[in-house]
């Protein structure tokens, strides 16, 4: 996945993307009249490698949905897990939240797609996303998705 945050990144990274493309295509056609097949292949491997980026961008993107809809709060009890972190949501609205620092019990509220953790020292936002069709809770959502660091959330058990 590509994410930046720089004013003007995404113009960059298509320049680059579009230079390398079009550096491999010239490579291609130039060295086909002289007979070099080292410079056919990496000029190949260059737009091949483009391709074949651009094509898993558009691929990931088609999976992740940042804004769910959650109809009503039954689809998110239960237990929400990864390998350092457990949530556990129950239906009258209290919540523990097991890490690596330490455990935690409160009362969690969802507004749309996002959750709100309350608890002694803790006052925490997640958000639900999905991908693949699959409904995943991110604990460190990004303010900004440009910003998002790839971690897909825990799934629900």
Known sequence: MIRTAIPFGY?????????????????????????????????????IG??????IEILFESYMEWNPSISDDSRILGTWADNRKTIT????????????PGNVSGKWTRVDDNLYLFAEGVNSRMRFITFKGELRLMTNPPEDPDMWDGDLGLRCR
């Not at 483009?50 to 094509?55: P, Q, S, T």
């Not at 949501?89 to 690596?100: C, E, G, M």
Request: proline letters at 0%.
């Open 11 to 47: 113009l960059f990274i298509a320049l680059f993307l579009g230079l390398a493309f079009f550096t491999g295509l010239g490579l291609v056609i130039l060295e086909w009249r002289k007979k070099r097949s080292i410079a056919r292949i990496v000029g190949s491997f260059m737009m």
């Open 50 to 55: 483009v391709v074949a980026l651009v094509v």
């Open 89 to 100: 949501l129950r239906a009258d609205h209290s919540v523990d939240y097991k890490s690596d």
